[in-house]
């Protein structure tokens, strides 16, 4: 007796996809990518801004997806990922800008080796960016010797909670100092200016003068204080607070200060204290924390809170060096993460947790910039024009081999274009290999209950023509993952996600 026909599969409604999709692991941003590449449909619910507020309302902080670094090395990819699933962003490259900042969904960068100074405001997740001038107060030439000056970025808006303000109004702030003509003393002048995105302008600078000359590039900023504080730190690491609403500018010294202290020291926010200054010192083989505490009727003052002993965090081996030692690299704002380099690669700390992460093999940096955001992929045709970046080069060029899922999408494209529906389906949703933690095998039953009992599809899945809405190869793999991580976690509470080593150690150096 002939077997009985099996009954097609049907695409699950929009509805029940929008309940599954946000559960997919916010550290796994592969899934939804491959996700957002089964039909237009999916794609379009996953670009919506709802979909990134129920993110936050489902996840609460973002992952952090990797980091921003200036390590003029082509063999290292300019956006590092450090998520379970590795993926990659198109980042400006390193030969033609440097990276300075990343907050509320934007990146930063100041250009390189170029006549004019320009900023450029990019937003990895949208694809958008915005190209502008320094302040003229920084380029006007009148004698004096520049130092690398740096900035900040932030959303503009005032009480937002950051859940989806890109592609919204932004402020810049813009530090730099400069070496005048002068009898006096104070010879320095550190300088800070305002862009606001609304009028399209630089305002005046508020300045402070001083007997050191500052350069910043080493350090990323930290916002405070209910977005109102913002903190850099120089190179010989002074730190500057500048305040957003009184437009005031204020030299900080660190605790336990002596000239010298490089990469002793990083700013951050206080662990006791969400909304205030803390700064993270290194001491053999202790991370300790400290907080600046106002006293009434005297000047703040810092405040030991926390030491941190990395001995049964890292390996012993990456604290153990001849010539080198650890230093405090960056400092994630939301997801209070910590990065720090050792003698074998770059290690993430969770503060909260205290919970340690191997994220790369190589150690040859200097500063990084975290990038921590919900990653959500926007359809093909809606990213907007960029200008002249220097892209980097890994994230334009297509891929010698192509991993199993794209494969199977590949033939599930190629299915629904000769009409054959059911296969079309089963291996495109193959190819997605969505993975939902907890409760992702109650989620996917419902699915498979929809398939097998739903009505015919609703009017906004019938859309499907092309699942790839005729994205070529080389598009499809500028941000599909390259490879597959395994996470391994050891009795010392470690786990070590960083790739396979390169061969050679490099050198450390001012990258």
Request: contains cysteine.
């Amino acid at each position: 007796m002939a077997a009985a026909a099996q009954r097609p599969r049907r695409m699950p409604p929009l509805e029940i996809v929008r309940e599954i999709l946000p559960r997919l692991p916010p550290r796994e941003p592969a899934c939804l990518l491959r996700a957002s590449l089964v039909c237009k449909a999916w794609a379009d619910a996953i670009s919506e801004p709802a979909f990134r507020r129920r993110l936050h309302d489902l996840h609460g902080t973002p992952p952090v997806l990797g980091f921003l670094h200036n390590w003029d090395d082509e063999a290292v990819p300019r956006f590092i990922p450090t998520t379970d699933s590795p993926f990659s962003l198109a980042a400006p490259d390193c030969r033609s800008w440097r990276a300075l900042d990343f907050r509320h969904g934007r990146a930063l960068f100041l250009s390189k080796g170029r006549a004019t100074w320009e900023l450029l405001m990019w937003e990895p997740i949208t694809g958008s960016s915005h190209l502008l001038r320094v302040p003229e107060a920084f380029e006007t030439d009148h004698g004096t010797d520049k130092m690398p000056p740096t900035a900040a970025v932030l959303c503009a808006v005032d009480g937002c909670e950051h859940r989806d303000c890109c592609g919204g109004p932004f402020r810049l702030v813009f530090l730099f100092s400069v070496e005048v003509d002068t009898a006096d003393d104070e010879a320095h002048v550190t300088a800070a200016c305002v862009y606001s995105s609304d009028t399209s302008t630089w305002g005046e600078p508020t300045s402070v003068h001083g007997v050191v000359s500052m350069s910043f590039t080493l350090y990323s900023s930290v916002l405070a204080a209910k977005d109102s504080l913002l903190y850099f730190m120089s190179d010989n690491v002074l730190i500057l607070e500048y305040d957003l609403a009184k437009h005031n500018l204020t030299v900080i010294h660190p605790p336990d200060y002596m000239p010298g202290n490089l990469g002793r020291f990083n700013i951050m926010l206080a662990q006791d204290d969400p909304q205030g200054l803390g700064v993270c010192q290194y001491l053999d083989p202790n991370l300790r924390l400290w907080t600046r505490e106002a006293s009434e009727g005297t000047d703040a003052r810092w405040v030991r809170s926390q030491v941190i002993s990395l001995r049964n965090m890292v390996p012993l081996g990456s604290l153990l060096d001849r010539d080198t030692r650890v230093q405090v690299l960056g400092f994630a704002e939301v997801a209070n993460v910590m990065f720090f380099n050792t003698v074998t690669g770059i290690f993430t700390v969770e503060l909260q947790s205290r919970k340690a992460r191997k994220v790369y093999d190589k150690r040859g940096f200097c500063n990084l910039i975290p990038v921590v955001s919900f990653y959500t992929p926007v359809p093909r045709g809606e990213h907007q024009d960029q200008p002249s970046l220097g892209l980097s080069e890994e994230a334009g060029s297509e891929e010698k081999t192509v991993d199993p899922a794209q494969q199977l999408l590949d033939k599930g494209s190629s299915a629904i274009k000769e009409g054959v529906l059911v296969n079309a389906f089963e291996r495109v949703s193959h190819g997605t290999e969505i993975r939902v933690p907890g409760n992702g095998e109650v989620a996917l039953e419902c699915a498979n209950m929809e398939y097998k009992h739903g009505d015919a599809l609703p009017s906004e899945a019938q859309e499907v023509t092309d699942p790839f809405g005729n994205v070529p190869n080389s598009a499809l793999n500028e941000e599909l993952v390259k490879s597959t991580s395994t996470t391994s976690t050891s009795s010392s509470n470690i786990e070590d996600d960083a790739p396979p080593s390169e061969k050679g150690d490099s050198e450390e150096g001012d990258h």
